[in-house]
């Protein structure tokens, strides 16, 4: 009955600016929907477009319910807010004043009547969570088994790298998806470990440039440590060297080693 313009993001953090970074997505796929079908939005003729659908698939360690809608609504009741604290000289102190302050941004809010709303559907795909969608999607069900797992197997004091290999040869037979990533083994836990849950990897990294002598406030330090290693990581998938990226990550003599050999330190600021 209709056509879907889909724009989907899968994120381990939920970010409030996640509706305007939909929107403009959108509207760039917008603009070359209508180059493709050479439409002109200057016709007096009325261009059917497809349906948009705005969805975040969510995978993080923070509690979230299995579904909610973030709006682009909030960042301008956000702008309110912040122009009432500035006129109210301590009015919305307290917790009182925070209630008060959210009721008259609310209220400009339907006054100004913005002409622009978007909506993101942010959807829970962790282990166990919205049952609806997971009983319909198989793949999607086993892949957030995967990631229960590997951070059961962390939790469990597994280094990132034996957490994932382990999680994979522990993935039931059954699982429709287990042939596929067992073939590519290496690959996949090298992906887990550079692509997936950035921000759990890079606070690893951090622990362990800590564990080497960096202190907490040294964050040239820290930040060096990870466009290193993220360096070594390009160099290395260019290569075809993907079971060296799992070794590197727990293992801080073979990273030394490997920028050394290809000359990384010094070049990567």
Known sequence: MYDVLSVNEHQSTVNPNIPVRE?????????????????????????ALPVPKLVVLYNGRDEKPDEQVLRLGDAFKEGIRQNLRERGKGKYAGKEGAVLLEE??????????????VRVRLVNINYGRSSGIMSTCAPLREYAWLVDRIRR???????????????LLDMPEGFGVKGQLMEHRAEVVGMWITEYNEAETMQMFREEGRREGLSEGRREGLSEGENLFAALVRRLSALGRSEEIVRAADDPQLRERLYAEYGLKGAVQ
């Not at 997505?25 to 939005?41: G, H, I, T």
């Not at 197997?153 to 999680?167: E, P, Q, V």
């Open 23 to 47: 929107f403009m997505y959108a509207a760039r796929l917008y603009d070359k929907y209508l180059k493709m079908v050479r439409a002109n939005p200057y016709s007096t003729r009325l261009i």
């Open 104 to 117: 008259e941004a609310c209220a400009v809010l339907a006054q100004a009547d913005p002409d622009i709303e």
């Open 153 to 167: 197997n962390m939790d469990a004091g597994l280094g990132l790298a034996g957490a994932a290999d382990k999680a």
